[in-house]
């Protein structure tokens, strides 16, 4: 999200979230406010893996998250 957006009283239970990076259950990448979320759910990725959010420059508050975020090896030979 941008830096003058606010994401608010998202919740989430039972989900699957599965990517590369920048992966998060509420938002992937955020400049803006995320706040009053929850999230229940399994994330998948290599790098910038959060609960509520994959990567931030800004503000989370008031969030919760109690999912999973399994490790992953993979071969750093391989092409991604």
Known sequence: ???????REINLTR???EGYEKIG????????VVTECTS???????GS???IVGKTSANISKCS?????PRISFN?????
């Open 1 to 7: 999200i941008t830096e003058n957006a606010t994401v």
């Open 15 to 17: 989900s699957y979230f």
């Open 25 to 32: 259950s509420i938002v992937g990448e955020s400049k803006g």
């Open 40 to 46: 229940d759910c399994i994330l998948v990725g290599v």
């Open 49 to 51: 893996v959060g609960g």
């Open 65 to 69: 998250f109690s999912g999973r975020i």
């Open 76 to 80: 750093a030979s391989k092409n991604f």
